[in-house]
């Protein structure tokens, strides 16, 4: 089993920035791949970013040049460092873990309003 323990949401201003955390514990030595998704209200959730365990990553284009997603190995943590935000990057958003099983996060409300 694996936990994921999302933080760092919050209200911003458009054109702020948050950074998330998601720190994992458990079996992780299973984790191959690390990311970011959200689900804004009304829609589906959506993939944002990836981060494999050798460190290649991948981001929807939408956030391409805005978010960076990066990891911690020494403190079993993965970080989504959000700028430039805008109103449309409103979500909950969720941290996820693939590797024997799909594991999630219970999320984190990112609100990006003036």
């Known amino acids: 089993q694996v936990q994921l323990v999302e933080s760092g949401g919050g209200l911003v201003q458009p054109g702020g920035s948050l950074r998330l955390s998601c720190a994992a514990s458990?079996?992780?030595?299973?984790?191959?791949?690390m990311g970011w998704y959200r689900q804004a209200p009304g829609k589906m959730r959506e993939l944002v970013a990836t981060?494999?365990?050798?460190?290649?990553?991948n981001y929807v284009d939408s956030v391409k040049g805005r978010f960076t997603i990066s990891r911690d190995n020494a403190k079993n943590t993965v970080y989504l460092q959000m700028n430039s935000l805008k109103p449309e990057d409103t979500a909950v958003y969720y941290c996820?873990?693939?590797?024997?099983?799909?594991?999630w996060g219970r999320g984190t409300q990112v609100t990006v309003s003036s």
């Open positions: 996820n873990a693939e590797g024997t099983h799909d594991y």
């Open positions: 458990g079996s992780i030595f299973s984790i191959n791949r």
């Open positions: 981060i494999t365990s050798g460190g290649s990553t």
